[in-house]
């Protein structure tokens, strides 16, 4: 599976951003956001299974983002709300057959999408 992250941008502290991964071929596969901000190691943001009905998120975007997923357009959204400045990072969306929290967890992985929150 090819993966297309997009919707990465600048955006001041407080505002909202939305974050599209676009899979070719099958949308059978659990599908997460990583980040990884300069200097520091790629940390796990959320995931979702295949069909919606499981995800997860790390504790720091808790309340604060959504991911979702919509199978007829073999896309996954991360909707970002209250973004603070320690959220700016490189998204990268990963897919997988299993599901889990951990980057090694996924063999497939988009490009990136740089996220930029101004304080």
């Known amino acids: 599976v090819q993966l297309q992250a997009s919707g990465g941008g600048l955006v001041q502290a407080g505002g909202s951003l939305r974050l599209s991964c676009a899979a070719s071929?099958?949308?059978?596969?659990?599908m997460a956001w990583f980040r990884q901000a300069p200097g520091k190691e790629r940390e796990f943001v959320t995931a979702?299974?295949?069909?919606?009905?499981?995800?997860s998120y790390a504790d720091s975007v808790k309340g604060r983002f959504t991911i979702s997923r919509d199978n007829a357009k073999n896309t996954v959204y991360l909707q970002m709300n209250s973004l603070k400045p320690e959220d700016t990072a490189v998204y990268y969306c990963?897919?997988?057959?299993?599901?889990?929290?951990?980057?090694?967890?996924?063999?497939?992985w988009g490009q990136g999408t740089l996220v930029t929150v101004s304080s």
């Open positions: 071929g099958s949308s059978n596969y659990n």
């Open positions: 979702i299974s295949w069909n919606g009905g499981i995800t």
């Open positions: 990963a897919a997988d057959h299993i599901y889990g929290t951990l980057p090694n967890r996924y063999g497939y």
